[in-house]
């Protein structure tokens, strides 16, 4: 195999196991290859996607050591992307009703989504996760997509138990904004015991759909590691109950009468290198 067609499926391999150890002696092995040329394919990918602002290799040194794929964003595209969204939620069109915004044509696209679960990735490189946590339903698409980056299981909350889904865990949690009693559940099966958990969602308001995510996880001696949020109601900040966590943009003012959105960056991009 020549060394241009061994850098096209190394990297299509390195790419498809983000955050997996590879090491050397396999890919030696796998592309018929001595250790030094595949030290030196692997530093000219490092190289490229560093360039192109895709992340970067972490290498693990001693025996059992290799490479990582760390799957990041630089910080002039992540900018970009989040202002870009920011102009797109300040159209008027999207005003609903009671002061909510549309954002479901957001959540539908593919590309964005993929995105977005790259940045959360990128803010969250440094953390050790066990898995990825949202509550049904539309915070779903975003955690499959952070999921993807990480490599690693999403857990999914319910309002209701599933008969299909066996033995589940209960609790009763106060909403943050409506002060309602509701409850949230999940499966047994879905979630190791001292897992470190990385918790997604859509939106947040004051967080009280969150900290009983928080309250549910300590039912599994779990740890929560990373808390993100696609979008915040900064006028609920007086009221919220979550502090420690990162939001992609921050809804400032939401005028119906006027027809008028104010959005922001949130302190997401503060987070990436």
Do not use: W
Not at 163 to 185: D, F
């Amino acid at each position: 195999m020549k060394r241009s067609e061994r850098l096209v499926v190394m990297t299509h391999y390195v790419l498809d196991r983000p955050r997996e150890l590879v090491s050397l002696p396999f890919l030696s092995e796998k592309y018929e290859a001595a250790k030094s040329s595949i030290s030196e394919d692997l530093g000219i990918m490092n190289k490229m996607f560093r360039q192109e602002g895709i992340g970067y290799l972490e290498t693990v040194s001693g025996a059992a050591g290799g490479v990582k794929y760390i799957p990041a964003y630089s910080k002039d595209y992540s900018h970009q992307f989040v202002h870009e969204l920011c102009e797109r939620l300040e159209d008027p069109a999207r005003l609903l009703p009671g002061g909510y915004l549309f954002m479901s044509d957001i959540l539908a696209e593919p590309d964005t989504v993929r995105t977005i679960g790259r940045l959360f990735a990128s803010a969250f490189a440094d953390k050790e996760i066990d898995a990825v946590m949202t509550v049904a339903t539309k915070g779903i698409p975003l955690a499959y997509a952070v999921a993807s980056y990480l490599n690693v299981p999403v857990v999914i909350v319910r309002r209701d138990p599933k008969v299909t889904e066996g033995s589940t865990v209960s609790i009763n949690y106060v909403s943050g904004s409506t002060r309602k009693i509701q409850t949230m559940v999940l499966t047994k099966r879905s979630l190791a015991e001292g897992s470190k958990v990385c918790i997604i969602d859509d939106f947040m308001k004051a967080g009280g759909t969150i900290n009983g995510m928080k309250n549910l996880l300590t039912e599994f001696n779990a740890e929560v590691a990373g808390i993100g949020v696609l979008a915040e109601a900064e006028d609920e900040e007086e009221d919220r109950v979550v502090d420690d966590y990162i939001s992609l943009v921050q809804i400032m003012n939401v005028d119906d009468r006027d027809a008028k959105i104010e959005v922001r960056a949130g302190n997401l991009l503060n987070r990436i290198e």
